[in-house]
């Protein structure tokens, strides 16, 4: 539920000296990898820089939520694995809650918007068949204007990438995409089909708050992402107003999320650019 105090502290905090609200999105699971729920904020601890903040907003599981699924359609995702892709993502979406935002976009040579934003429930009517096979995967060229695409849209932000983890042609360093995903508030989810992690994958969801996920088979991705629509429905969203006083230049500011649960695991952005 979203907590009342939520609005009046969003508006406080716009009018302390043009300070913003921080927020932050957490997922919190027990060392099983299963999501914790039924947390309130007197659970959590949120340190800016190493210092205690006050958490003047919290919600729990109701947030908004717009996400962007962007799927690798090169050459090297031809046959069975594009087509379990495309079938997996359909789950995701339909493991979302009916209000939620969704996008679809195709990564070939080029990046194409297969369904703009629109409600899960309206999901049927997404042109799936217009995914197929071409070009090669400019992936971190690609990510990067995803992340831009959904940083626009409202509420709690995400992207899912689902791909066999290989970059070819891309402008984009993988430094570069990654400092860009950090400096976002994007949750960032990759999905890679390979044998291995890519450690691009792990790093983007590492600094966003997001998971990376590895699947050997092209046959586990329905249940993964599936579990990942769960995860996403049981969020939590801290906000504070900083403690410091406003700088006269931006700067890096780290965030550091604790819960009181033994052996509970916490994954948040590690900090912003601010003021």
Not at 157 to 175: M, Q, Y
Not at 204 to 222: C, F, M, N, Y
């Amino acid at each position: 539920m979203i907590v009342p105090l939520f609005a009046a502290a969003l508006a406080a905090a716009q009018f302390a000296s043009g300070v913003s609200l921080v927020e932050v999105y957490a997922t919190v699971t027990d060392p099983r990898g299963e999501v914790i729920s039924g947390l309130s904020a007197a659970d959590f601890r949120v340190l800016e820089d190493g210092v205690p903040q006050r958490i003047s907003a919290f919600a729990a599981g109701d947030v908004p939520l717009s996400v962007f699924i962007a799927l690798d359609r090169s050459f090297s995702m031809a046959g069975e694995r594009l087509a379990l892709a495309k079938r997996a993502a359909q789950a995701f979406i339909q493991a979302l809650r009916p209000d939620d935002e969704v996008s679809v976009l195709a990564i070939g040579s080029e990046t194409e918007t297969i369904a703009p934003p629109g409600p899960a429930r309206a999901a049927a009517a997404i042109r799936w068949d217009a995914i197929d096979v071409w070009g090669t995967t400019p992936l971190y060229d690609a990510t990067k204007q995803a992340i831009d695409a959904v940083q626009t849209r409202r509420g709690r932000r995400a992207l899912l990438i689902v791909s066999d983890g290989a970059d070819r042609g891309s402008e984009t360093t993988a430094t570069d995409v990654i400092d860009h995903a950090r400096r976002s508030d994007v949750l960032v989810y990759p999905v890679a089909i390979a044998k291995q992690r890519p450690p691009e994958f792990a790093e983007l969801a590492s600094v966003t708050g997001g998971r990376s996920i590895v699947v050997t088979d092209p046959k586990q991705l329905e249940p993964a992402l599936t579990a990942l629509a769960r995860e996403l429905r049981s969020q939590y969203l801290l906000g504070y107003v900083p403690s410091r006083e406003m700088s006269a230049t931006p700067a890096w500011h780290s965030i550091d999320v604790e819960v009181d649960r033994p052996g509970a695991r916490v994954r948040a952005r590690d900090g912003y650019l601010g003021r």
